[in-house]
């Protein structure tokens, strides 16, 4: 399950050496959001679990399987729709995760 929430904050990786910074954290949500554009393929504001796929296949990142794109989704849907709202994915960066799921390109 370690890439149970990678996702978003891999969207997000871009982050400058201090991660706590006012600014570092402007430029993450920054770089989220493009990156959340890209992924949002009929610009309806919402990641779907066919986009994130997509997403991620396009971004060349490999694996992710569907069981933990659909646990990702679980992670950061808040309000139950099956889909990342904008501000769902700001959750992630918001949210402060564990360590090694910052950081680290293990596995
Ligand atoms: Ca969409
Ligand atoms: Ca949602």
């Not at 997509?54 to 309000?79: L, M, P, T």
């Not at 990342?84 to 799921?101: G, K, V």
Request: some cysteine; charged content about 30%.
């Amino acid at each position: 399950m370690k890439y149970l929430l990678t996702l978003l904050p891999l969207m997000a990786a871009c982050a400058g050496p201090d991660p706590n910074s006012e600014v570092a954290q402007n430029r993450k949500v920054m770089a989220l959001q493009e990156k959340f554009d890209r992924f949002d393929y009929n610009a309806d504001g919402k990641l779907t679990k066919e986009e994130i796929s997509q997403g991620i296949r396009e971004s060349g990142i490999g694996g992710i399987d569907e069981a933990e794109i659909d646990a990702a989704i679980k992670a950061y849907d808040v309000n139950g729709d099956g889909a990342i709202s904008r501000w769902e994915s700001q959750r992630a960066i918001d949210t402060p995760l564990p360590e090694h799921f910052r950081g680290s390109d293990e596995g």
